[in-house]
């Protein structure tokens, strides 16, 4: 069973969604040893965001030299997520919804044909067949009834994301209130990693 992890925080050691999504995978790794993880950082080892080349590129045109690295990297990606049984994700909001590399890995792995396909009743995942796990962090308050709950585009974005290519086993853990002060933070933190440890076995 193949558990792909995947970060996205740009704040190092001093991230939350980082820990919270490390504590997740430490739990599913102690259950189940025998899983093959693979990790990957998008803030160390960002990918390009779309451009035109890119998508004439998938278009069939001869991509320029400077383009083909990238290309390969985008495909790489995509083959990793469709080879993973169990996805975990770390996600921090930034400017109310996913990290720019965050977004830029999904532009890679929504693609026709791969992760969905479009059919006579509409859109079609293709991705059903994977369990996320998204490891979530937010300086704020978002919960429904909340001031700020319309401008919550982060847990929200991802669920529909998830949703369209067909994955219908996903969990959230989310460490809220981050930037309310440091005894905030630790209280959020540490419920955090304590509901990571509850999680049922990959
Ligand atoms: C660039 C930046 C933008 C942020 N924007 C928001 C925001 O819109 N809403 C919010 O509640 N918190 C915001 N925060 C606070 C983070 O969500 C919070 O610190 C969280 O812990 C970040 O996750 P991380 O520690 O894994 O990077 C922002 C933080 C940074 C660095």
Redesign the pocket.
């Known amino acids: 069973m193949k558990l792909l992890h995947i970060d996205s ?3 190092g050691p ?5 820990q919270v999504s490390a504590a997740i995978v430490d739990r599913l790794r102690k259950a189940t040893p025998s899983l093959e993880i693979v990790y990957r950082d998008l803030a160390m080892t960002p990918l390009a965001h779309l451009s035109g080349p890119h998508l004439a590129a998938a278009q069939g045109a001869a991509p320029e030299a400077d383009l083909q690295h990238d290309l390969a990297a985008g495909l790489a990606v995509l083959e990793e997520f469709l080879a993973a049984d169990i996805v975990v994700l ?1 996600a ?5 919804t996913i990290p720019s590399q965050l977004k830029a890995w999904i532009d890679r792995i929504l693609v026709a044909g791969k992760t969905f396909k479009y059919s006579e009743r509409g859109a079609q995942g293709l991705a059903g067949n994977k369990r996320v796990v998204v490891a979530i ?4 308050f ?1 919960g429904a009834g909340t001031p700020a709950a319309v401008g919550e585009h982060l847990e929200t974005y991802l669920r529909w994301v998830f949703g369209f290519i067909g994955v219908t086993n996903l969990e959230f853990i989310s ?1 809220d209130g ?2 309310v002060g440091p005894e905030h933070r630790e209280k959020a933190l540490a419920g955090a990693l304590q509901a990571a440890t509850s999680l049922d076995a990959a």
């Open positions: 925080s740009v704040l001093h991230s939350v969604s980082r770390g921090p909001m930034y400017n109310f962090s937010r300086g704020g978002y460490a981050i930037q």
